[in-house]
């Protein structure tokens, strides 16, 4: 009994936030749709699917079920083992030792996949989940980062102001400046390798930039509001005031920041692949996909593409989605 | 009595707060507003009393306020309610004008005053240019603009906020409206300005022999203008009468409430009357009244000598310019008593508030504290003084995080204090101050918003008295609550006094409230000090000519200037 009457009572601004969303049909399907590629990005890294991704399922780019095999793929798909002994053929005990093997232990190659094959005969389908895994990850941890050091320049620049304010932004202005592709390069060829963790703080490192300039807005107009004087009243150092009693109160910007960020650096990743920049060979993503699928195109291969992008547009869709509502149900402006 | 102009029958306003929830804001309100006559519609905030003037007007957002089409509103004998768009809008433009509150925020800043009232002029009255202009600087003249030739062409910003909503207003007569309704017109405004503003509106509706619905928090204020009251609460109205009727006899619970919350300038009751005596119908005949006074021998907590502060404005690509806010202040304030700071916006007197805390930096002067000089500390020295001089906000809306619960906001001083032995300990503490101040226990686990006006200033005060501070800075503390609520919280910070014998530096616009709590009060104009001394003495024989203008501008009740009216 006691433990509901502790509960019915802090209706706090986050469940308050939580309820606003709940009213929102749009968020709500968009929210399911970013939790749905969550859980699968999730269950990839677990390798619980989409592991034997780089297995050679099906013939080389072997059509989608719903559009049949052709006569091409088919023949290729019955024709299997049957390569003409060539009797002048040295090594011919050999290979045909080692077919023995291979014929023991793969399944012959199917002449059709759910969703059709890529170049080397990848099942269309896994492949996009793995190639999410690293695109999201990148876009999400990528946003963090830039977010995460955004929101504390912003937060010193803004809440001291002065000198310390000037300095942060003649950096800013000089940063962007530059234009971001030639940035994005710059840091690349700082870095020297290529990776998963690079193509991160590349993104990380240039897209600082836009909540920095939000988020010292905020603080400009937040420290000068009472409830800060009343923390400075009581003795509350500049960071207590900086970070437990302003931040809270400007974390919406920061969070649909991180949301559009996110949609954002997924999408730079692609083009950062498509330039050469992206991840390493070995590793797939939803840009490496896109930009194998260029040349796919031109033999009328059209699915890998397909896949990556519609994969792509739904995710980016739904997170916009989210984010707008988000930004919404969260400031407390718009109640 | 004239003919009725307008006429409200049986108004029902509710808004729609979510899918399932709809809020009643006006339930079934009934009447009249005759011609040629001025008709105070009082009430405290969630009275409805502007839900149903902007109901007239038909400005309330359409997606989320439904009106009770039962209800009518006749206007020179037609429905407003059930006009088409476009007659109702020409008819709101031309025989019924309205003036807000914000004179600051109802006028477009890019564009000068002259612009702004020549396009009503040209919009609804179908004149040129020329014809604009001409009548533009007559109606400035009309309602008091010193040199309209000057200030048509000038911008809102470069107005005082008096002269704002003299244009405001002239903005208003501009189509020589039949109603004009003003919505607490005076209520961002200094007494002083109040004043003028208020015979201005008095004298150009006798002049235009037009009607005006003012819309008031404040009773004591239509005592001056108004024919006829109607006190309204809860979204009903509670009693309608002439304004002499009112003030002399008042048939209901509530307006006698009203009437006698506000501090009275004459008497200082042990405890002001609060809405729930009259209510219980429990009120003393002849209360107990309090002493108040410095006497030669006072145990002077604090003395501040010759306080200055400055701010630098940029002038010009390199130069800077000195303003100076607070010019030379110097007083005593005894332990246990209240020194009240009165003044207009500007004075200065809250930046002095401010900088006593160290929350602005003083330029020049000393505080001294038990004899140290809290203004020459360093930061780091400074600390241990904090939880001794303490402040309370005027905001109570701003100033308190809405990220916080009430436990969260208590717990936070004492721990930056160090005050408590544990956290267990803390928490005991901050709930029995939570009950002494008034508020339930289940408060502690709430957020800001979920409490009223006059329950979070409660909490703002419970936050101070955590450290147990012995002077008290309270920087127009109860100028933003309600006329009851503020009987209510001055009461509690009586009471805190007695009990914990604070120092109070009640800083306030409201002569009545500071003439109430103070021992001394001290008047500062322009960052002067004008005039100090002790409380009744100064009220009743003021030397400065300052202070005798604003003490001129308490509004009076009605019994008074009967003669002046006509």
Known sequence: ?335 | MMAALLEVRDLRIAFRVDKRTTFEAVKGISFTVPQDATVALVGESGSGKSVSSLAIMGLLPKGTTSIDPAGSVLFDGRDVLHLPEAERRALCGRDIAMIFQEPMSSLNPVFTVGYQIGEVLRRHMGMNRREARARTLALLDEVGIPDPQAKIDAYPSQMSGGQQQRVMIAMALACEPKLLIADEPTTALDVTIQKQIMALLAALRRKRRMSVLFITHDLGLVGEIADEVIVMRHGEIRETGPVRRIFSEPQDNYTRALLHCRPPLDARPWRLPVIADYMGGQVEANPRQRERGYAPDDDIVLDVRNLKKSFWVNDGLFGKREFQAVKDVSFRLARGKTLGVVGESGSGKSTMGLTLLRLHEATAGSALFEGTDLLALSKRDYHPYKRRIQIIFQNPYASLNPRFTVGQILLEPMRLHGIGADDRERVALAQALLERVGLPPVAYHRYPHEFSGGQRQRIAIARCLTMKPEILVCDESVSALDVSVQAQVLNLLQELQDEYGLSYIFISHDLAVVKYISDQVMVMNKGEVVEIGDADELYRNPRHPYTRTLLGAIPRSPDVNVESRC
């Open chain 1, 1 to 335: 009994m006691s433990a509901i009457v502790n509960e019915h009572d802090s209706a706090g601004l986050w469940t308050l936030a939580w309820r606003r969303l709940r009213e929102d049909r749009i968020a709500m399907a968009a929210l399911a749709v970013v939790a749905a590629f969550l859980v699968m990005l999730i269950l990839s890294a677990t390798g619980l699917v989409a592991a034997d991704w780089e297995d050679e399922v099906g013939v080389n780019y072997a059509p989608p079920t719903f559009v049949g095999a052709s006569a091409a793929t088919l023949a290729a798909a019955g024709e299997a083992a049957p390569v003409p002994d060539n009797p002048f053929d040295p090594l011919a005990a050999d290979i045909r030792a080692l077919q023995g093997q291979g014929a023991a232990t793969a399944a012959p190659r199917r002449a059709t996949l759910p969703f059709g094959a890529d170049k080397w005969g990848h099942d269309i389908l896994r492949k996009t989940i793995r190639g999410g895994e690293t695109s999201i990850i990148v876009g999400l941890v990528a946003a963090l980062v830039a977010v995460g050091l955004g929101t504390l320049f912003g937060a010193i620049s803004g809440f001291f102001g002065g000198i310390v304010d000037d300095l942060f932004n003649w950096f800013y202005s000089v940063f962007t400046s530059i234009p971001s592709i030639l940035m994005i390069l710059t840091v690349a060829a700082v870095l020297q390798q290529k990776g998963v963790l690079t193509i991160v703080l590349i993104l990380g490192l240039t897209g600082w930039t836009g909540p920095y300039r939000l988020i010292r807005a905020e603080y400009m107009r937040h420290k000068a509001r009472e409830y800060v004087l009343a923390a400075d009243a009581i003795g509350a150092s500049s960071w207590r005031k900086m970070f437990a009693h302003i931040f809270p109160n400007v974390s919406h910007v920061a969070l649909v920041q991180l949301s559009i960020l996110a949609v954002g650096f997924i999408k730079a990743e692609v083009i950062l692949s498509f330039l050469g920049f992206g991840v390493p060979v070995g590793v797939v993503s939803w840009g490496s996909m896109l930009n194998e699928a260029q040349n796919e195109l031109l033999l009328g291969k059209w699915w890998q593409l397909t896949a990556a992008a519609v994969a792509m547009a739904v995710l980016v869709t739904a997170f916009s989605l989210l984010a707008d509502a988000l930004r919404d149900a969260l400031d407390p402006k718009v109640k």
